[in-house]
């Protein structure tokens, strides 16, 4: 025989040969071959043995509050207003005592949430491993995909979903303009003159169930579209009409490329032909022409200044003709122009060289 004490907030499970026999509340007992099992009641119950067997003693079923999750359920187990456990599929058991227990039963069997769970609770860590989530931007939309088919279109924002056996996917497309670059594409033109052109082009899409869900892959297919855009309009001109309408080619192919991003959902807002790069002995060609063209409107110059100095000479030549004076003045200025040249003039003669020079520079009284 020996005694056992039941303390408070305790309760005692009596056990005769492994089988159960009674409980035990708060007290003193003497037992005679048997054994007890000293539980907290403070604490959720773990019992060693089949739970139903047990619970076939009602003042035990009494005791305790049970609580069944299915297999597509979870349980969450608050303790005094607080979440403290996930409960997932089986049967749990927790003594009713001091102790504020209430239980919220959730079927995950679907990914939605219902209305009822609010965001603070899926955040909390304990939920992790059964909530899945994702954040669409304000600058992104996205579509939702669940077991491959399309469900519905997502806003800016996060989203949650129950985890489960559900395959669920988003996709998601960045809706502020983009810029496209064309760089390095080799084209013939109309006189098979080999150019490389390098272009951009603006674009943001603006139906993203059709960007997604009716094109895989919609950018690399704009810059396909835009490839082509360019060489069906360059390869249908000449060299020189190229350069001659090099403004003229972004708007057509711009008009181009349009019509064919529309089928991705994508908008193009712009497009502009950055270089055209002319093969090295072409561009040697073009800078002969172009010296060649320099030196001709030079020499058109040259021969303008010519004819207009000329012309100058042949109407002071008729004033000079008519006017006696001013052919003196003439000689005076060509004298003065040839003396600015001599820094000494040594005269030896006789008297006629003075009659000689009045001769020169005074007026003729005829």
């Known amino acids: ?151 519905q279109m997502l806003e800016p924002g996060v989203h949650y979903w129950w985890k489960n056996k559900t395959v669920l996917n988003v996709a998601k497309v960045d809706t502020r303009q983009q810029q496209l670059e064309i760089n390095g594409q080799e084209i013939l033109t109309k006189d098979k003159a080999a150019i490389r052109v390098n272009a951009w082009a603006q674009y943001v899409v603006v139906d993203i169930e059709k960007a997604l869900l009716q094109n895989k892959e919609y950018d690399k297919q704009l810059y396909v579209a835009a490839q082509l855009a360019l060489r069906g309009y360059i390869a249908g001109y000449s060299l020189n009409e190229l350069l001659d309408k090099k403004e003229a080619l972004a708007p057509a192919i711009l008009a181009r490329l349009q019509a064919e991003a529309a089928k991705l959902g994508v908008q193009v807002n712009g497009l502009d032909i950055r270089d055209i790069i002319l093969p090295g002995d072409v561009k040697d060609i073009m800078s002969q022409v172009l010296v060649a063209e320099k030196k001709a409107q030079a020499n058109i110059i040259m021969r303008r200044e010519e004819t207009a100095s000329t012309r100058s ?54």
């Open 1 to 151: 025989m020996k005694q056992v004490k039941v303390n408070p907030y305790q309760v005692g499970l009596v056990f005769k040969d492994g089988a159960y026999r009674r409980m035990l509340r708060e007290g003193k007992y003497w037992l005679w071959n048997e054994d007890v099992k000293l539980y907290d009641t403070t604490t959720p119950f773990n019992p060693s043995v089949e739970l139903n067997i047990l619970l076939q003693d009602s003042a035990l079923a009494d005791a305790l509050e049970i609580v069944e999750v299915k297999d597509t359920e979870i349980a969450l187990m608050y303790q005094d207003g607080l979440l403290k456990q996930v409960l997932t599929a089986g049967r749990h058991a927790y003594w009713k005592s001091v102790m504020q227990y209430r239980f919220v039963k959730i079927d995950i069997s679907t990914p939605f949430i219902g209305a009822d769970i609010d965001r603070s609770t899926l955040q909390n860590p304990l939920l992790g491993p059964w909530v899945r989530n994702t954040v669409v931007e304000s600058y992104e939309k996205a579509i939702l995909l669940i077991d491959g088919r399309y469900t």
């Open 313 to 366: 000479l042949l109407n002071t030549a008729k004033l000079m003709e008519d006017n006696a004076m001013l052919w003196k003045l003439k000689e005076m200025e060509y004298v003065e122009k040839i003396a600015d040249k001599i820094s000494n003039i040594s005269v030896s003669s006789n008297g006629a060289l003075i009659e000689q020079l009045r001769g020169l520079f005074a007026p003729s009284n005829k």
